[in-house]
Structures are given as structure tokens and as C-alpha cells.
């Protein structure tokens, strides 16, 4: 079992820059991939990065590539997304996930353990 925490959400202008942490407690952590999704209001999550157990592979949605960079670290305990450039269109509570296999899925249904998420607003 693992428990997930989110924070590092808020209010941005367009152009700025916000760094998302997730925070993990219980077992197994260090052997699973990592993901983070999006929900805009009245859109499905979706997928925007994932980074394998050992965070030698990572990878993005396409539209965000570039932009976003997501690492781990697992000594600490923690995954972590580095969003630059942001946009409105990225508004969106942001989930951080787990999915129990070594690498990292792209879709909702393969992640067995999720945070509560955290808001974030890029104002125009």
C-alpha cells in the first residue's frame, strides 16, 4: 500500500513557472513507476508524464514535452513535476500516481494508487 501527497499547486501567470511534489509513504514505493495526470473541469484525466522505478525512463504527453520535466527521488520518498511555460490551458488539478509495475503506464487504468491532487490556475 501506498499513501501519495501532493503539493507545489497555485495560482501562475502564463509564461510562469510551478514545481509539483508528490510525497509517498508505505511500502513498494522505490519499485514503482510514477505517473502524473491532469483533470481540467469537465474533461477526463489524462495522461501528462511517467517515470520508471529507478527514474531511468521517463515519458510525456506529446503536447507537453518540452515544457514539463518529471524526476524522482528515492531516497526521499518523492516524484516531482517541473512545469515551465505554462499556459491557461494547463489550469487543471494535478494527480500524482502509482502504478505498481517498474515502468510507468500512460493510461489512468494501469495506476493502482493516487493522491487527492492539487489545483493549479495560470491566469492569461
Known amino acids: 500500500q501506498v499513501q501519495l501527497v501532493e503539493s507545489g499547486g497555485g495560482l501562475v501567470q502564463a509564461g510562469g513557472s510551478l514545481r509539483l511534489s508528490c510525497a509517498a509513504s508505505g511500502r513498494g514505493f522505490n519499485l514503482y513507476g510514477m505517473g502524473w495526470f491532469r483533470q481540467a473541469p469537465g474533461k477526463e484525466r489524462e495522461f501528462v508524464a511517467g517515470i520508471s522505478w529507478n527514474g531511468d525512463h521517463t515519458h510525456y504527453a506529446d503536447s507537453l514535452k518540452g515544457r514539463f520535466t518529471i524526476s524522482r527521488d528515492n531516497i526521499g520518498n518523492t516524484v516531482s513535476l517541473q512545469m515551465n511555460s505554462l499556459k491557461p490551458d494547463d489550469t487543471a488539478v494535478y494527480y500524482c500516481?502509482?502504478?505498481?509495475?517498474?515502468?510507468?503506464?500512460?493510461?489512468?487504468?494501469?495506476?493502482?494508487?493516487w493522491g487527492q491532487g492539487t489545483q493549479v490556475t495560470v491566469s492569461s
Open positions: 500516481a502509482a502504478d505498481t509495475a517498474p515502468l510507468a503506464g500512460w493510461s489512468v487504468g494501469e495506476y493502482e494508487y
